[in-house]
């Protein structure tokens, strides 16, 4: 059975960073593209940021809200993806989930895209 397990989430001050990970099991992901995305009170489900397979060169692609502040990286060998986000700020308050892809070329940013998805971990950043 396929899980994906987020990790990392929590209450952060406007300015500060969190780490969040992702363990994939069941599965090995590393040939496949992962990505982040969030979901934040009253929004739809936003991408965040994906990643190429492992292999498929270093494709990295980012969502406009994460430009410049949030770095994604993935340990194929531990199918593992994580997520480090700096610089928070309000409105990146959200759920955040880690998805899976069965695609083994690209950095898809769409939902349709992805094929499994953790439970999530929330995210709050506040003063």
């Known amino acids: 059975q396929v899980q994906l397990v987020e990790s990392g989430g929590g209450l952060v001050q406007p300015g500060g960073s969190l780490r969040l990970s992702c363990v994939a099991s069941g599965r090995d992901f590393s040939g496949n593209p992962m990505g982040w995305f969030r979901q934040g009170p009253g929004l739809e489900r936003e991408f965040v940021a994906a990643?190429?397979?492992?292999?498929?060169?270093?494709?990295?692609l980012y969502g406009d809200s994460a430009k410049g502040r949030f770095t994604i990286s993935r340990d194929g060998a531990k199918n593992v993806l994580n997520l480090q986000m700096n610089n928070l700020k309000p409105e990146d308050t959200a759920v955040y989930y880690c998805?899976?892809?069965?695609?083994?070329?690209?950095?898809?940013?769409?939902?349709?895209?992805?094929?499994?998805w953790g439970q999530g971990t929330q995210v709050t950043v506040s003063s």
């Open positions: 990643i190429s397979g492992v292999g498929s060169g270093t494709g990295i």
């Open positions: 998805a899976a892809s069965l695609r083994t070329q690209g950095v898809p940013a769409m939902f349709e895209s992805y094929h499994y």
